[in-house]
């Protein structure tokens, strides 16, 4: 199994990126760090122990920082709802988060693995850039960053920022420039992994609760996508997920090997990945951006998971 920790947001596509990580047996999660993004803190760590609970998987989890390095917090309310886990009424968490703070956790996990670790990220790098620029003695240790966030050729923030990166650049700008190879799934990918109603019924028709629970979720989560993204004709971009499923079965993806940088002055454009994907630029590429999927092979994978859990 492979190792990893996991750094996210929920969120409903990082509730479905935790079912996924866990109930495909693929990982040995070491722990699970919860990042400000599509909520507070506070919330996102509060849906985290509790979609655990949910699937029985008692593991680690550590609270992160509560606001980016250099700016005030930016939610996405507006998809995930107050809650940000809206559509869903989840029982309360069996049981609580550790007591010291995720880029300690991480640094002692690391500290103490035989095994290279390789780090999951589906919210703002705020935690990721704290404990590389805290730890940069454990960076060796750090197999590879798979996360999700950025684009190739466009954002959702605004024109050219994705969220996870337009909430943290200069975290962003940190973790891509720690010379630890990284898996990017950008809204390129996400925006082909679309799970459309009949994916959202066959994951109720599991009949478990982890099932029922990943079916509330994507009909409240896909009014935002129905009303917003019209391109995508009714389905909506399950976004976190991917970065996990590149970890499972990378021949899934479509990717091509780039050097990304990630802004963060610029007056129209702070928080976008410049990709160059044509290498104009000749550097030395430091991360596999993916840009297409087997979208049938991942509700596929997803069902799956699923199906393995409570
Ligand atoms: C990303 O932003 C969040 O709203 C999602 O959870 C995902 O990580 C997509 O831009
Ligand atoms: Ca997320």
């Known amino acids: 199994k492979l190792p990893i920790i996991i750094d996210c947001d929920p969120g409903h596509d990082?509730?479905?990126?935790?079912?996924?990580?866990?109930?495909?047996?693929?990982?040995?999660?070491?722990?699970?760090?919860?990042?400000?993004?599509?909520?507070?803190?506070?919330?996102?760590?509060?849906?985290?122990?509790?979609?655990?609970?949910?699937?029985?998987?008692?593991?680690?989890?550590?609270?992160?920082?509560?606001?980016?390095?250099?700016?005030?917090?930016?939610?996405?309310?507006?998809?995930?709802?107050?809650?940000?886990?809206?559509?869903?009424?989840?029982?309360?968490?069996?049981?609580?988060?550790?007591?010291?703070?995720?880029?300690?956790?991480?640094?002692?996990?690391?500290?103490?693995?035989?095994?290279?670790?390789?780090?999951?990220?589906?919210?703002?790098?705020?935690?990721?850039?704290?404990?590389?620029?805290?730890?940069?003695?454990?960076?060796?240790?750090?197999?590879?960053?798979?996360?999700?966030?950025?684009?190739?050729?466009?954002?959702?923030?605004?024109?050219?920022?994705?969220?996870?990166?337009?909430?943290?650049?200069?975290?962003?700008?940190?973790?891509?420039?720690?010379?630890?190879?990284?898996?990017?799934?950008g809204l390129d990918v996400t925006h082909k992994a679309v799970v459309y109603q009949k994916d959202i019924d066959l994951f109720r028709s599991i009949g478990n609760k982890t099932g029922a629970a990943a079916a509330g979720l994507l009909e409240f989560y896909s009014v935002f996508y129905r009303e917003n993204r019209i391109e995508l004709e009714g389905g909506a971009a399950l976004h976190d997920p991917c970065a996990i499923a590149w970890l499972i079965d990378p021949g899934m993806f479509t990717s091509r090997a780039c050097f990304v940088e990630v802004e963060t002055k610029g007056e129209l454009t702070s928080g976008a990945t410049v990709v160059d994907f044509y290498n104009v630029m000749n550097r030395t590429p430091n991360a596999e951006v993916c840009y297409d999927i087997n979208r049938e092979n991942y509700i596929e994978l997803l069902a799956a998971a699923i199906r393995n859990l409570p």
Do not use: W
């Open 14 to 185: 990082d509730a479905l990126m935790l079912m996924l990580a866990f109930g495909s047996g693929m990982f040995d999660v070491r722990a699970v760090t919860t990042s400000a993004g599509n909520q507070t803190q506070e919330k996102t760590l509060a849906n985290t122990l509790k979609i655990l609970s949910l699937i029985g998987a008692n593991v680690p989890v550590y609270r992160g920082s509560d606001t980016p390095f250099f700016r005030n917090l930016v939610i996405a309310e507006y998809v995930h709802g107050e809650s940000g886990l809206h559509g869903v009424d989840f029982a309360e968490a069996t049981f609580k988060a550790e007591s010291i703070m995720a880029v300690e956790g991480i640094a002692r996990i690391l500290a103490e693995s035989e095994e290279k670790i390789t780090i999951v990220p589906t919210g703002p790098l705020t935690n990721i850039a704290a404990f590389l620029l805290a730890f940069p003695n454990l960076k060796h240790k750090i197999e590879r960053i798979s996360l999700m966030g950025g684009g190739i050729f466009r954002g959702n923030m605004t024109p050219l920022a994705e969220f996870n990166m337009y909430v943290d650049p200069e975290a962003a700008s940190v973790v891509f420039k720690a010379g630890i190879p990284i898996t990017m799934c």
